[in-house]
């Protein structure tokens, strides 16, 4: 069963508002947009037509939560960026922050390659659940202790083409 959490309208604002704020602290420079496949691909693309800079996009895949629910408590790398970072200001962009194993993992691997700047923009933030301690630079919303689905997120493959933001029951 699914119920709405967050419209489509809320999320066009939010993404506007975060693209607003990324054109203002990087005006005058460029950026590189790295989403985390499959997940962030919408809110990728969507953010991506409100930031106003010279921008280019690359994505990154990383090992996932496959048909179940649960994490599986360490993160893989399945496929990297093509674009070299270094001396680069990099947005990574990520559908939603749970246990933060991914974020901190990858904000660790993309740290080596030595970037100009590093930020995190997050659609989702489900605080309460976290066991790493990281935080994302830029957070849609944050939401509950609840599996969402919708906009990009997924259960076991499905519901990522839904406008809206919902609980699956
Ligand atoms: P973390 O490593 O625990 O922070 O998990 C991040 C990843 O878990 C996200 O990129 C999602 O793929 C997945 N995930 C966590 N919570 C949800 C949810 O409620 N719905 C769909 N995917 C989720
Ligand atoms: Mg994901």
């Known amino acids: 069963m699914l119920k709405t959490l967050i419209t489509r309208q809320q999320i066009a604002d939010r993404v506007a508002e975060i693209g607003k704020q990324i054109t203002h602290e990087f005006a005058g420079e460029s950026v590189v947009l790295?989403?985390?496949?499959?997940?962030?691909?919408?809110f990728l693309s969507d953010l991506?037509?409100?930031?106003?800079?010279?921008?280019?996009?690359?994505?990154?895949?990383?090992?996932?939560?496959?048909?179940?629910?649960?994490?599986?408590?360490?993160?893989?790398?399945?496929?990297?960026v093509t674009t070299p970072l270094q001396n680069q200001n990099v947005i990574l962009v990520e559908d939603i922050l749970d246990t933060g194993l991914t974020l901190s993992f990858l904000k660790k691997l993309f740290v080596a390659r030595q970037p100009r700047a590093?930020?995190?923009?997050?659609?989702?933030?489900k605080f309460s659940r976290r066991t790493v301690p990281?935080?994302?630079?830029?957070?849609?919303?944050?939401?509950?202790?609840?599996?969402?689905?919708?906009?990009?997120?997924?259960?076991?493959?499905?519901?990522?083409n839904l406008p809206d933001i919902c609980i699956l029951a």
């Open 34 to 42: 790295v989403g985390v496949l499959k997940g962030a691909c919408l």
């Open 48 to 80: 991506a037509r409100q930031i106003e800079l010279d921008a280019t996009f690359d994505f990154i895949a990383v090992s996932s939560y496959g048909a179940a629910k649960q994490s599986a408590g360490e993160v893989q790398l399945i496929k990297d």
């Open 118 to 125: 590093l930020k995190t923009a997050t659609l989702l933030d």
């Open 134 to 160: 990281v935080e994302a630079d830029y957070v849609g919303f944050r939401v509950p202790d609840e599996f969402v689905v919708g906009y990009g997120l997924d259960y076991a493959e499905r519901y990522r």
